[in-house]
């Protein structure tokens, strides 16, 4: 699409905030208003939008996206939404662990045993770890609890939140990032872990490592964007 409009300006209104392309408020795709709850939300668009070149890039407007996915897919359906988000504490990343070599199980524990137990005492769940990548079944306490913490969750956070566990595997790395607890690079990192055992050993493919960076790109994204909607 070619950019049609000159002015952008992020405007307060009733219930939040809205963005004007030369006095018109913007809309989603699914012709929504693009109503949004926080003016940090509603400065980052703005910015994106007042970005864009001749040609429309809808790749450099993340938090459009966002905020796009809130309000057509998420807001409609949120029952549904976070009840598929939540259904990654059946099978948690940090709960399969290798089962061989010894550096890679010791390595493996130092980083993910951390997280396990911030979700023991933050959401007071329990988990059961195995080595190997046959199912394990969490306890039916764990689940429900954690999927009621997810859809306690308001839809600005969830289009968010469904983007970093789908990243990284993991509900309990994606919700300590939410919950602002961690830092970008530890979660990321340890959401690589296995990945980055690999590389050390056998040096890193460049068509892997094209997809990674892709994959922290979005990352990174969904995390700056669960940081605005608190601000």
């Known amino acids: 699409m070619k950019r049609f409009y000159k002015q952008v300006e992020a405007r307060p209104?009733?219930?939040?905030?809205?963005?004007?392309?030369?006095?018109?408020?913007?809309?989603?795709?699914?012709?929504?208003?693009?109503?949004?709850?926080?003016?940090?939300i509603a400065n980052v668009i703005a910015a994106?939008?007042?970005?864009?070149?001749?040609?429309?890039?809808?790749?450099?407007?993340?938090?459009?996206?966002?905020?796009?996915?809130?309000?057509?897919?998420?807001?409609?359906?949120?029952?549904?939404?976070?009840?598929?988000?939540?259904?990654?504490?059946e099978t948690d990343l940090l709960c399969y662990r290798a089962e061989n070599p010894q550096p890679l199980i010791v390595r493996q524990a130092a980083e993910w045993d951390p997280w396990l137990e911030w979700a023991r005492r933050r959401y007071d769940v329990a988990f059961r770890i195995t080595n190997g990548i046959v199912h394990v079944a969490q306890p039916d306490e764990t689940v429900s609890r954690l999927a009621e913490i997810v859809a306690a969750h308001g839809a600005f956070t969830l289009a968010p939140l469904s983007t970093l566990v789908t990243l990284t595997g993991s509900l309990v790395l994606g919700l300590a990032?939410?919950?602002?607890?961690?830092?970008?690079?530890?979660?990321?990192?340890?959401?690589?872990?296995?990945?980055?055992?690999?590389?050390?050993?056998?040096?890193?493919?460049?068509?892997?490592?094209?997809?990674?960076?892709?994959?922290?790109?979005?990352?990174?994204?969904?995390?700056?964007?669960?940081?605005?909607?608190s601000v």
């Open 13 to 40: 209104v009733e219930d939040g905030w809205q963005i004007a392309l030369d006095g018109r408020m913007v809309r989603t795709p699914a012709r929504a208003p693009l109503l949004l709850p926080t003016q940090a």
């Open 48 to 89: 994106e939008w007042d970005a864009q070149g001749d040609d429309l890039d809808p790749l450099t407007m993340t938090a459009t996206g966002f905020a796009n996915a809130a309000i057509d897919q998420v807001g409609p359906n949120h029952e549904s939404f976070a009840a598929g988000i939540a259904r990654y504490a």
């Open 177 to 229: 990032v939410v919950n602002g607890d961690a830092e970008p690079d530890v979660i990321w990192n340890a959401s690589e872990l296995d990945s980055l055992w690999q590389a050390e050993l056998w040096g890193q493919d460049a068509q892997a490592q094209a997809q990674a960076d892709a994959h922290r790109r979005e990352f990174d994204a969904a995390v700056a964007f669960c940081r605005m909607v």
